[in-house]
């Protein structure tokens, strides 16, 4: 077998550990092979992984020119005297979460006690209430995109509620940084509604700003400007997110 790299190849092994009850170790790491055999003594199982630089050669069913791969080179698939291990140190809480995203995108209700006892049930192994909080909190994140793809969706953002409020300013001005795509990349968003604007007329000739920091990956504060209706609530204006 033939893996692009050593993230892949270890992924396989994570998953085969998870499905078969074994606590796979890793022997060596380096820049040119990988060594990884079962932590139980006396157990044969064994793969040995090694990078290979190839004019030709195929991953899957994609052909590669002049690419650098990871083959497995020697195999001992075989476990001798090996039983279910149900206290496994590969059980961690980012492989547990990437198993797990799907299931509790259909189960938003799980708390952790219950989020715990499934895994426990269904994988066969031990985990700590630690774990369980970590696992749950790592799996609901990867429910949502990645930051960054989201902020390549601002443009049809704004296109979409320009088409359905067609009297909106929205404002996206971009930074003079450009991603590995050369695209130009997102730096500061205006909004403000058209029913907002026409409420502003009913409200008290007052204008309020405040701000917040975004607690997010990347940063950033939300600014606002609001005034006062006649109910004396707050009334917003506008909103920008800003760096």
Known sequence: MTFASKNQFREVVQNYAFNNGKEIKTLKNDKARVIVKCTQEGCPCRIGLRKVVNSHCRIGLRKVVNSQSW??????????????????????????????????????????????????????????????????????????????????????????????????????KLSDLVDQSDHER??????????????????RGLIGVDGCQLRGATGGMLLTTISIDTNDSLFPIAYVIVE
């Open 186 to 203: 997102y730096l500061r968003m205006y909004v403000c509604w058209e029913a907002c604007k026409q409420g502003f007329k009913n409200c």
């Open 71 to 172: 083959r497995i080179l020697n195999m001992k698939d075989e476990h001798e005297g090996c039983s279910w291990v149900w206290e496994n140190r590969m059980v961690k809480s980012t492989v547990v979460a990437k198993r797990w995203a799907t299931e509790l995108k259909d189960h938003p209700d799980w708390m952790m006690k219950k989020f715990k006892d499934k895994v426990c049930n269904k994988e066969g192994f031990y985990v700590i209430d630690e774990q369980a909080y970590r696992q749950i909190w790592k799996a609901r994140k990867l429910r949502v995109c990645n930051e960054e793809d989201n902020f390549k969706r601002i443009w049809s953002y704004c296109v979409e509620i320009s088409r359905t409020n067609p009297r909106i300013t929205c404002v996206v």
